[in-house]
């Protein structure tokens, strides 16, 4: 069955140093992953994904993730972290379901918190 | 750009009572999502449509049911709202065109249920 693990509940990061948010998948054949933003009280946004190619996907507001197949990880990055990239942080893969090739499984988020 | 709207962003209901969660989108896109939040959770599938009048459980159905009699519209019904019902819902759509296709989510109802 399809799976993602996000093992960190909470990440903290100083303004300014560089940030990496986990993602690991389980998945038959290949993965579409994806990584999706969520500001509070706010539905989800989309940052980035991978589909094939490329293993480092670049996305919406200076964020990157780096597809690993070996380690089956997705981990998302920047560079320079700011305060206002505070927020809940969904990796998701596509999953399966009933024939349907849309449903997300997701992950079970991981708050960034971003201090000045 | 792809917009998906739902019809309250913030509904207090009592236990018992009859909730519609409506939900839009604007890009002639044929699957359709719903989800529920919950912390420490993530977001569960609810139910699914890939067509009109079309629909399929998710992982988390009991208590819930569904509408989509026009290809923009899909509505989530709870038919006796409960209290662990309370919770946040997201309408997400999808072209359906292919597995690499981003989905897109709307802005999300937080259910209260008293």
């Known amino acids: 069955a399809q799976s993602v693990a996000q093992p960190e509940d909470q990440v903290n990061v100083a303004e300014g140093n560089p940030l990496t948010v986990k993602c690991t998948y389980s998945v038959s054949g290949n993965p579409y992953l994806f990584w999706y933003v969520q500001y509070p009280n706010r539905g989800l946004q989309f940052l980035l994904k991978y589909i094939t190619g490329d293993n480092l996907v670049k996305g919406s507001y200076g964020f990157e993730a780096e597809f690993n197949k070996s380690q089956t990880s997705f981990h998302l990055k920047k560079p320079s972290a700011l305060v206002s990239d505070s927020a809940l942080y969904f990796c998701?893969?596509?999953?399966?379901?009933?024939?349907?090739?849309?449903?997300?499984?997701f992950g079970k988020g991981t708050k960034l918190s971003v201090k000045p | 750009d792809v917009k998906v709207t739902q019809s309250s962003r913030y509904l207090v209901k009592r236990t018992g009572e009859k909730v519609f969660l409506e939900c839009v989108q604007d890009m002639d896109h044929e699957n359709m999502f719903w989800y529920r939040q919950d912390p420490g959770l993530g977001l569960r599938l609810i139910y699914f449509s890939y067509d009109v009048k079309m629909k399929e459980k998710g992982d988390i159905p009991e208590g819930y049911s569904v509408s989509r009699e026009k290809k923009e519209r899909f509505s989530l019904i709870l038919e006796s709202a409960s209290t662990n019902q309370t919770s946040m819902y997201l309408c997400a759509s999808y072209p359906g065109q292919g597995a690499w296709e981003t989905q897109y989510f709307g802005p999300g109802t937080r259910l209260l249920v008293l």
């Open positions: 998701a893969v596509r999953g399966n379901y009933g024939g349907s090739q849309g449903n997300l499984i």
